[in-house]
């Protein structure tokens, strides 16, 4: 799972675009959530239990962020971290930062 976030990493320059619609506000939020998850993981500073009570916060704002994409994948982000195997997790993380590619900035 950590080759996983250290490539999302290093493609990923983030930066919250600025939305003017609530829906995407918290869809936004997620994303910047995500982005924190991804370094913090990448850096090696979270244990896989820390890994995924982080990813269920991202996955219930993006439930919330009107973003069906962003919840689609963060959702299976979620399931894959929580399958234990982590055969998937890699293929979600590149699903979720494909989903985030309209909040970068």
């Not at 930066?15 to 995500?34: K, L, R, V």
Request: contains cysteine; aromatic residues 4%; glycine residues 10%.
């Amino acid at each position: 799972m950590r080759a996983a976030a250290i490539a999302v990493v290093s493609v990923l320059t983030f930066g919250c675009a600025s939305t003017s619609g609530t829906a995407e506000q918290p869809a936004s939020a997620a994303c910047e959530q995500f982005h924190a998850v991804a370094v913090d993981w990448s850096d090696g500073v979270l244990t896989d239990d820390e890994l995924r009570a982080r990813i269920q916060r991202v996955e219930t704002a993006a439930t919330n962020g009107g973003d069906s994409a962003v919840a689609s994948a963060a959702r299976e982000m979620l399931s894959e971290v929580t399958s234990g195997t982590g055969a998937g997790f890699d293929g979600a993380v590149r699903t979720m930062s494909n989903a985030c590619d309209p909040y970068r900035g």
